[in-house]
């Protein structure tokens, strides 16, 4: 255990909708990150953030957002969904920005797009 | 763009036999973490090299940092059906804004009893 928990594990919805991924990170973990995993792209970085606001982004599509709140946990927003959005989200944590940046992953959420 | 290229991209071994993944890059990254993921799963943080020419040792498993700190390997000897499952090199640019990862396709490891 990462000690990373992201809610839900599983998220099954149709095109054109919107869903939120959830992610607490490990107790004093001020970073947050967003990975999206699929079978063709491989792990590839989405956005981060540390201590509630935004320091890197990825190839993140316009059409999804992330904060972080107050409480450190973080949420990844999806919308106008499509078939190719269909991937394991992962959220990893770490201490900070500097130095070695050893990320702890969370279990993920599969998202199925129909 | 910095990319690492992981190889073999999959491999099938008998256990006791060994083997090496090879991570490599034309870029220089000021850290380099391998990652073990289980079908499903997320990616578990096995080891961070550091320093150029470093090795690190985890049981059966050998980890390098290249001296020019562009590529790194994995070595595992006599490995054993519980070794199976993605591995993942995983690289932090020098010039890396914030510490995001990049991250190597992976290797397939299968080992059958």
């Known amino acids: 255990d990462s000690g990373v928990t992201q809610t839900p594990k599983h998220l099954i919805t149709a095109t054109g909708q919107r869903v939120t991924l959830r992610c607490s990170p490990r107790s004093g973990d001020l970073s947050v990150y967003w990975y999206q995993q699929s079978l063709d792209q491989g792990l590839q970085f989405l956005i981060q953030?540390?201590?509630?606001?935004?320091?890197a982004k990825g190839n993140i599509l316009e059409r999804f957002s992330a904060q972080q709140f107050p409480d450190l946990h973080s949420e990844l927003n999806l919308s106008s969904l499509e078939l190719g959005d269909s991937a394991l989200y992962f959220c990893?944590?770490?201490?900070?920005?500097?130095?070695?940046?050893?990320?702890?992953f969370g279990p993920g959420t599969r998202l199925t797009v129909l | 763009t910095q990319l690492l290229e992981q190889s073999p991209q999959f491999l099938s071994i008998q256990e006791g036999e060994n083997l090496t993944v090879y991570c490599n890059s034309s870029?220089?990254?000021?850290?380099l973490q391998w990652y073990r993921q289980e079908p499903g799963e997320g990616p578990v943080l096995l080891v961070t090299v550091v320093t150029g020419g470093e090795v690190k040792k985890l049981k059966r498993l050998t980890f390098q940092f290249g001296d020019a700190r562009k590529d790194s390997s994995l070595h595992i000897t006599a490995a054993q059906p519980g070794d199976t499952g993605l591995y993942l090199c995983?690289?932090?640019?020098?010039?890396?804004?914030?510490?995001?990862?990049?991250f190597g396709q992976g290797t397939e490891l299968s080992v059958k009893p």
């Open positions: 953030y540390y201590n509630g606001e935004e320091r």
């Open positions: 990893a944590s770490s201490v900070g920005t500097s130095g070695v940046n050893e990320q702890f």
């Open positions: 870029s220089v990254f000021s850290s």
């Open positions: 995983a690289g932090e640019g020098v010039y890396n804004q914030g510490g995001k990862l990049i």
